[in-house]
């Protein structure tokens, strides 16, 4: 179906895309008429309006989501055309996977895997700095409890034989740390 539309002055173009001069319309010339297919501007809105209904809920939102997402992934499956996270949780909470297309599902597919592979990394990482961090914080209040114990010892090395009993009441340190201050002095 053509419609027709009103012609506005165009630039004539020349060798390598140089403008050249304006296409009039003169009342000498007989004038251009130019059509446009009604196709051109009539999908986006029927589009719009078939879709008006489903963008209310977020059932319908997530259904749209999964219909864009594997119209784009099929046309050129890369992973940056996948869902994002928390799309992909909306899009698997929300519909059901029993209507989905095939591309619909091979989507999800990689989606899936995706996810699944960077989470384990991110937990993985998560637990390799958990535990440097323990054995840091392991290694910290082991060499705080040494460095009290030394100040100790050299309280009681000044100290009068009267005033013994004071210092000795915090000498108590685990067997672990004693056995290193033995090693490390001569």
């Known amino acids: 179906m053509l419609a027709p539309v009103e012609a506005e002055d165009e630039p004539v173009?020349?060798?390598?895309?140089?403008?050249?001069?304006?296409?009039?319309?003169?009342?000498?010339?007989?004038?251009?008429?130019?059509?446009?297919?009604?196709?051109?501007?009539?999908?986006?809105?029927?589009?719009?309006?078939?879709?008006?209904?489903?963008?209310?809920?977020?059932?319908?939102?997530?259904?749209?989501?999964?219909?864009?997402?594997?119209?784009?992934?099929?046309?050129?499956?890369?992973?940056?055309?996948?869902p994002s996270l928390w799309e992909f949780v909306n899009i698997h909470s929300l519909?059901?996977?029993?209507?989905?297309?095939?591309?619909?599902?091979?989507l999800m597919s990689r989606a899936n895997r995706v996810y699944i592979l960077r989470s384990t990394l991110a937990g993985v990482a998560m637990i390799f700095l958990l535990s440097i961090g323990l054995i840091v914080r392991s290694n910290v209040i082991r060499q705080q409890e040494a460095t009290r114990i030394e100040g100790l010892i050299g309280q009681l090395i000044r100290a009068d034989p009267n005033q013994l009993q004071q210092p000795t009441l915090h000498l108590s340190a685990p067997r672990r740390v004693m056995l290193t201050r033995r090693r490390v002095t001569p």
Do not use: C, I
């Open 95 to 106: 519909t059901d996977s029993r209507t989905w297309s095939t591309a619909q599902r091979a």
């Open 13 to 82: 173009m020349g060798e390598h895309g140089v403008q050249r001069e304006m296409l009039t319309h003169s009342a000498t010339s007989p004038p251009f008429t130019y059509y446009q297919l009604t196709h051109d501007f009539l999908v986006p809105s029927l589009r719009d309006w078939l879709t008006r209904k489903q963008r209310e809920t977020r059932r319908g939102r997530a259904e749209l989501t999964l219909e864009e997402r594997a119209e784009s992934w099929q046309a050129k499956p890369e992973n940056r055309f996948l």
